[in-house]
């Protein structure tokens, strides 16, 4: 299971089956669950903690020093849970004291060729993140947000659950949950209904999402009072509470 050419730190703890390809380097402080595969030429440096079932592809750098010039060496850490695809020259990094001192990583994402997710994210369950997608320090992403290839998500920007972005997105404010956003300035386009019929939600709650969504964006309302409309709209539909709760705790304000 482990090639001969591969160096494992003596005190790394890989389960039983792990698979770990020629050249990789596993550092001290790595624990690795079973089923996991690790490619040829991967870097993973701890304290990192790498859950089930994971795919690792070549010449990936796992659990390095955050890119943040107030680093100091302290001990931070990565985790990552299971059944994660994680494709080749991807770089994800540890965390820093400033934060939780943590970046972590949910369940059933993929993240394709050239991602990035820096130090202290938290990226949550079914995302997809497309080539060379960059998420800064601090960026949270909510469950089955999609990023095209090349976004960019600037510094404790929050992206919502089942939000869209199209390839080449600048992303300064949060998304709210829902929502699709692109162009140049990247501005906000509707609702991912296709995402939404796929992941099936019923046609009236993507019905009552697009209601919300105008609320939002094309009543002219101002943003406490669309809140409130929000609010109301979700006692007959519960999907919506959470774009309440979301613009209720934006910390960036959402983009408009």
Same mark, same amino acid.
């Given at each position: 299971?482990?090639?001969?050419? =591969? %160096? %494992?730190?003596?005190?790394?703890?890989? =389960?039983?089956?792990?698979?770990?390809?020629?050249?990789?380097? #596993?550092?001290?402080?790595? &624990?690795?669950?079973?089923?996991?595969? #690790?490619?040829?030429?991967?870097?993973?440096?701890?304290?990192?903690? %790498?859950?089930?079932?994971? &795919?690792?592809?070549?010449?990936?750098?796992?659990?390095?020093? @955050?890119? $943040?010039?107030?680093? &100091?060496?302290?001990?931070?850490?990565?985790?990552?849970? $299971?059944?994660?695809?994680?494709?080749?020259?991807?770089?994800?990094?540890?965390?820093?004291?400033? $934060?939780?001192?943590?970046?972590?990583?949910?369940?059933?994402?993929?993240?394709?060729?050239?991602?990035?997710?820096?130090?202290?994210?938290?990226?949550?369950?079914?995302?997809?993140?497309?080539?060379?997608?960059?998420?800064?320090?601090?960026?949270?992403?909510?469950?089955?947000?999609?990023?095209?290839?090349?976004?960019?998500?600037?510094?404790?920007?929050?992206?919502?659950?089942?939000? /869209?972005?199209?390839?080449?997105?600048?992303?300064?404010?949060?998304?709210?949950?829902?929502?699709?956003?692109?162009?140049?300035?990247?501005? @906000?386009?509707?609702?991912?209904?296709?995402?939404?019929?796929?992941?099936? /939600? *019923?046609?009236? =709650?993507?019905?009552? %999402?697009?209601?919300?969504?105008?609320?939002?964006?094309?009543?002219?309302?101002?943003?406490?009072?669309?809140?409130?409309?929000?609010?109301?709209? *979700? =006692?007959?539909? @519960?999907?919506?509470?959470?774009?309440?709760? /979301?613009?209720?705790?934006?910390?960036?304000?959402?983009?408009?």
């Amino acid at each position: 299971m482990i090639h001969p050419t =591969a %160096i %494992i730190d003596p005190s790394a703890e890989l =389960a039983e089956d792990v698979e770990v390809g020629p050249y990789s380097l #596993i550092g001290a402080d790595v &624990r690795i669950g079973a089923g996991t595969r #690790i490619g040829p030429h991967v870097v993973i440096r701890g304290p990192t903690v %790498i859950g089930r079932d994971n &795919r690792i592809f070549q010449f990936a750098s796992i659990g390095e020093d @955050p890119q $943040d010039k107030k680093y &100091r060496g302290e001990t931070t850490l990565l985790e990552i849970g $299971d059944r994660n695809t994680i494709r080749e020259f991807t770089t994800v990094h540890r965390g820093t004291a400033q $934060d939780r001192g943590a970046t972590r990583i949910g369940h059933d994402n993929l993240l394709m060729a050239y991602t990035h997710v820096a130090h202290d994210c938290v990226v949550g369950n079914g995302v997809i993140m497309a080539n060379a997608a960059s998420l800064a320090g601090h960026v949270h992403v909510d469950d089955c947000a999609i990023l095209g290839g090349f976004s960019l998500v600037h510094q404790f920007c929050q992206i919502g659950q089942y939000s /869209f972005s199209a390839m080449g997105s600048v992303i300064t404010r949060d998304i709210p949950p829902y929502v699709m956003v692109g162009g140049s300035p990247t501005k @906000p386009h509707g609702i991912n209904s296709v995402g939404l019929e796929r992941r099936g /939600f *019923s046609p009236e =709650a993507i019905r009552q %999402i697009r209601k919300a969504y105008k609320a939002i964006y094309k009543s002219g309302l101002k943003l406490e009072e669309a809140l409130q409309s929000l609010i109301e709209m *979700s =006692a007959a539909t @519960p999907e919506i509470q959470c774009m309440a709760d /979301f613009i209720q705790q934006t910390g960036r304000s959402i983009l408009r």
